[in-house]
């Protein structure tokens, strides 16, 4: 926090956008903290605008983002077909992907834009699971919304005090989202069968690059 709170006294909202951008891009960089000491010195040295603030993390995170879903499309998607056999990633699993990502995709980012490490792959497991993109980028500019307005009127209303809570918030997050995602893979292994054939239904023509 402090290392990135001297860099932003020194180069204003450039650090906020490209650290936040970098990480939305698939780098895990402390975007949420950028966020947080960004709101932190607009409330008290008043050298930023808590607006501006805002709306740059909102921007880091869209631009991040996209570049993050067109890696995943472009690259991810094709690594996927090419060598997902390899690694157990059958024509059947690629489309159970990606199917969930189209009935879930925007609750899958939205979720995701809140926990630091999923933040960070959010787009790229979007763009390689060919969530289509009008919903992902609904998606995206929402999660941004809210994520950088929450966070740093939170930040800029509240100081110090909410640093200490939001690190309590991100760890039981954290926990929460470890177990959701552990229950989500036992069913998932358990139902594969049946969650494949609707995947199969949904998509039925083969998978190839678009």
């Not at 010195?41 to 983002?65: E, Q, S, Y």
């Not at 996927?80 to 009935?103: H, P």
């Amino acid at each position: 926090m402090n290392l990135i709170a001297h860099l932003i006294h020194l180069y204003g909202l450039v650090v906020v956008a490209a650290v936040v951008g970098i990480e939305c891009l698939g780098l895990p960089l402390p975007g949420e903290t950028a966020l947080l000491a960004a709101a932190f010195d607009a409330a008290t040295r008043h050298d930023l605008n808590i607006g501006a603030v805002i709306l740059t993390a909102i921007g880091a995170v869209i631009v991040g983002r996209m570049f993050g879903y067109i890696i995943g499309r472009k690259f991810g998607f094709w690594l996927l077909l090419r060598y997902g056999n390899y690694v157990g990633l059958t024509e059947g699993r690629i489309k159970l992907g990606q199917y969930l990502f189209q009935c879930h995709g925007g609750k899958i980012i939205f979720v995701a834009q809140f926990a630091p490490v999923l933040r960070a792959f959010a787009g790229f497991l979007a763009g390689v699971n060919g969530m289509p993109w009008r919903k992902f980028l609904l998606a995206n500019a929402v999660s941004a919304g809210v994520w950088a307005t929450g966070y740093g009127y939170a930040a800029y209303w509240a100081g110090r005090e909410f640093e200490q809570m939001q690190s309590h918030i991100a760890s039981y997050l954290a926990i929460v989202i470890l177990v959701a995602l552990i229950v989500l893979g036992v069913l998932v292994h358990r139902y594969e069968a049946q969650l494949i054939a609707k995947a199969e239904r949904a998509i039925p023509e083969p998978l190839r690059l678009s």
